[in-house]
């Protein structure tokens, strides 16, 4: 009897590194646009990650992609990432930057939630508390010490309301593009073509004069480093997992990112989070697993 993982095994354990790279996004991002501006920054972190993903994955056949897909659900990628890059930079400091994040971390179940309205998925019942579950945990995270008011939570978001909005359809273009990704892509991976646009905006927007890499820190270009690897390494092994892989185990822990994200914005970049907070986090995750649950459990 061999101890050693098999193949699946294997795949498993590489594509759960996935939700950890993921956890690590929010801090990265937030770091790196603070340090060199919205434009460069992501361009810079854009164009790396590309390198990384080209010599990971090779150049992708763009003939092998129907043109709907190329024209309007990889786009929403696209979308996905200016909404998210946006809210972040807008935020105001490491614990509205988390609020964001958490805003945007709806996205699990809202693929879901798409997957039975628009792509033919099968669901139970409790589908719907599940997204209403995961909605409360959004306003036990804004709400803070003195829970769901909805009064007080309006007036916390009317004071940066960009950046909540951002996120939210952030969340809300990547549950079109994954619907879209299953339905049309046919079994194609993307990834390299949507970073490679994503350096190309963020690019224009720099060559325009928006942003300035000479004041970067030290810190600064690691979190470059650190945030291409993250980032195309969490896509390529996704990716690998899925494919050969055990596909319910890294769904699963794909919907602990919250979790990991919050852990390590308290490190990088010095969020504080109180009890109340991390208790919406927990609301958020078990919603999301609970949608999860409907379409999985479905007979």
Request: hydrophobic share 50%; charged share 5%; net charge negative.
């Given at each position: 009897m061999s101890f050693l993982p098999s193949a699946s095994h294997k795949a498993t354990l590489l594509g759960?590194?996935?939700?950890?790279?993921?956890?690590?996004?929010?801090?990265?991002?937030?770091?790196?646009?603070?340090?060199f501006g919205l434009a460069a920054g992501l361009s810079i972190l854009y164009i790396s990650t590309c390198v990384f993903l080209f010599f990971l994955l090779g150049r992708p056949k763009l003939k092998a992609y129907p043109r709907k897909y190329l024209f309007l659900g990889i786009p929403m990628a696209n979308v996905c990432s200016i909404c998210f890059s946006l809210s972040l930079y807008l935020s105001d400091g490491?614990?509205?930057?988390?609020?964001?994040?958490?805003v945007n971390y709806l996205w699990p179940c809202l693929v879901v939630l798409f997957a039975v309205l628009f792509n033919g998925q099968k669901a139970r019942w409790w589908i719907v508390p599940g997204v209403v579950i995961s909605f409360l945990g959004v306003m036990l995270v804004l709400g803070g010490e003195q829970g769901i008011q909805p009064g007080e939570i309006w007036l916390h978001v009317q004071q940066n309301p960009w950046s909540y909005v951002l996120a939210f359809c952030g969340a809300m273009a990547w549950a079109a593009y994954s619907n879209f990704t299953r339905a049309w892509s046919n079994g194609q991976n993307p990834t390299l073509i949507v970073f490679a646009i994503d350096s190309v905006l963020f690019s224009c927007l720099w060559a325009a004069g928006y942003g300035d890499i000479s004041h970067g820190s030290f810190m600064g270009w690691v979190s470059v480093v650190v945030g291409a690897a993250a980032m195309g390494g969490s896509y390529a092994?996704?990716?690998?997992g899925v494919t050969k892989g055990n596909i319910t185990i890294l769904a699963i822990a794909s919907y602990f990112t919250p979790?990991?994200?919050?852990?390590?914005?308290?490190?990088?970049?010095?969020?504080?989070?109180?009890g109340a907070f991390w208790q919406g986090v927990a609301v958020i995750v078990?919603?999301?697993?609970?949608?999860w649950s409907s379409t999985v459990m479905r007979k």
């Open positions: 759960l590194t996935a939700p950890l790279c993921w956890g690590m996004s929010v801090g990265l991002v937030r770091s790196i646009t603070e340090q490491g614990q509205q930057t988390v609020e964001v994040g958490m092994a996704w990716s690998y979790v990991l994200s919050c852990l390590f914005a308290t490190v990088w970049i010095g969020a504080s989070l109180d078990f919603g999301s697993l609970l949608c």
